[in-house]
């Protein structure tokens, strides 16, 4: 299988003012065409820079994709660095300029001196329009590899990779007689550490390949697949997938998209239960799916003020619970004073469950830990409410 570099370029990418998703959509969509991903790379506005980058990527990939630095003005380099790194020079293209004029000419505009210098592109290079832009790409056949420069504005970019490039690789490549495809399971309330205890031989497989990635409160379990088609990949994922649902039980919550708030809402939505929620120490968007996706069935308070023990909190959710007259209450209180404790409640109309947890990682992910623990600690309850309910109707 080819092997895919990505070279991301933007001074304001290292800034941290932009959040780079070039990057991880052309991944993923490569992916699926069975291109393997070794490295992603982000490199400043510097032409030296990216042409050394350019230049060490050739030696590894057999494609390179930049995206970014296409733009009319001295700090968009990419035309020149990839020209130095090809030991190349750059040349005008006509046709490139007719079609720039035609861009703004639809805008409704005039095209300034400087945008010029976007119809000059490496001398060799196979020229890519941009009929959705001003900012024309290219590609570059160098030792038997390519180098692809495309635009750094999103939906340029995924145009033109859908509409020119695959096409391209496909054709270099004969990518049809390959494909990646990945399939994420979620689990919660059980570590990373814990879950490689329980799965290691897997994870010691070739293909598929089984891997986990941490998230606070959450650990990630992806299966990847290298098949011929969809289907073949499908047939050797889905042992795998029954093998890690029969391991790891009730500790799965979903997978690939699916989250712990979309659970939550089905759960509810198929017992009919109402719940009410008061909360203290998450951020205020803690909840806002509950109430977009099943207004009618949930209830929300903030708490002001915070729960000084578990037993203040059990009686704000029951208070909270009969003022609403909802089936259900739900609690959750976060408290970092000192060492930071989690408070839940989970009460239907006959019994209250209630536990606290204690963190212990990094300050910065003390929220999204808090709100992972104690969703899972809501689906879990709500699994057996239901549960215990239908044993009563059959009763």
């Given amino acids: 299988m080819p092997v895919l570099e990505i070279i991301t370029i933007g001074t304001e990418l290292l800034l941290g003012e932009i959040n780079d998703t070039?990057?991880?959509?052309?991944?993923?969509?490569?992916?699926?065409?069975g291109i393997d991903i070794?490295?992603?790379?982000t490199v400043g506005d510097n032409p030296v820079r990216?042409?050394?980058?350019?230049?060490?990527?050739?030696?590894?990939?057999?494609?390179?994709i930049t995206t970014g630095g296409l733009g009319p003005t001295i700090d968009d380099p990419t035309r020149q660095a990839v020209a130095q790194a090809t030991f190349r020079d750059l040349v005008f293209v006509d046709e490139l300029w007719d079609q720039i004029l035609e861009r703004f000419k639809f805008y409704?505009?005039?095209?300034?001196?400087?945008n010029r210098r976007q119809a000059f592109i490496p001398e060799g290079a196979i020229p890519i329009p941009n009929p959705v832009g001003t900012a024309p790409c290219f590609i570059i056949e160098q030792d038997a590899s390519y180098v692809i420069s495309l635009p750094g504005v999103p939906q340029e970019m995924k145009y033109l990779l859908h509409q020119d490039v695959i096409p391209f690789l496909k054709h270099?490549?004969?990518?049809?007689?390959?494909?990646?495809?990945?399939?994420?399971?979620?689990?919660?309330?059980?570590?990373?550490?814990?879950?490689?205890?329980?799965i290691t031989d897997l994870e010691e497989r070739?293909?598929?390949?089984?891997?986990?990635?941490?998230?606070?409160?959450?650990?990630?379990?992806?299966?990847?697949?290298?098949a011929s088609s969809e289907?073949?990949?499908?047939?050797?994922?889905?042992?795998?997938?029954?093998?890690?649902?029969n391991r790891l039980g009730d500790h799965i919550y979903g997978h690939d998209e699916v989250t712990l708030e979309d659970v939550i809402i089905q759960l509810l939505d198929k017992q009919g239960s109402t719940l009410g929620i008061v909360h203290y120490g998450l951020d205020s968007s803690f909840g806002a799916a509950f109430l977009d996706a099943q207004p009618q069935l949930v209830t929300l308070m903030p708490l002001l003020t915070p729960t000084p023990d578990i037993g203040t909190l059990v009686a704000e959710t029951s208070t909270f619970r009969q003022e609403n007259n909802n089936t259900l209450g739900f609690g959750l209180a976060l408290l970092t004073d000192k060492h930071p404790l989690l408070h839940l409640v989970f009460q239907?109309?006959?019994?209250?469950?209630?536990?606290?947890?204690?963190?212990?990682?990094?300050?910065?992910?003390?929220?999204r830990w808090a709100k992972n623990i104690s969703l899972d600690f809501l689906r879990r309850n709500l699994m057996q409410f239901i549960g215990n309910t239908r044993q009563e109707n059959h009763e």
């Fill in 22 to 33: 070039n990057s991880t959509y052309i991944a993923r969509t490569l992916r699926d065409h």
């Fill in 172 to 198: 270099k490549f004969n990518l049809q007689s390959h494909i990646i495809k990945a399939t994420v399971l979620h689990a919660a309330s059980l570590g990373e550490s814990a879950i490689d205890e329980l």
């Fill in 50 to 64: 990216i042409a050394a980058t350019i230049q060490e990527a050739l030696g590894r990939a057999d494609i390179i």
């Fill in 206 to 226: 070739r293909n598929p390949t089984v891997g986990l990635l941490a998230h606070p409160g959450q650990v990630d379990i992806r299966v990847t697949a290298k």
């Fill in 348 to 367: 239907d109309r006959t019994q209250t469950r209630s536990k606290t947890r204690q963190y212990g990682g990094p300050m910065g992910n003390g929220i």
């Fill in 38 to 41: 070794y490295r992603i790379t």
């Fill in 108 to 114: 409704g505009r005039l095209p300034t001196e400087n």
């Fill in 231 to 245: 289907d073949e990949a499908n047939q050797m994922i889905q042992p795998i997938l029954e093998d890690l649902h």
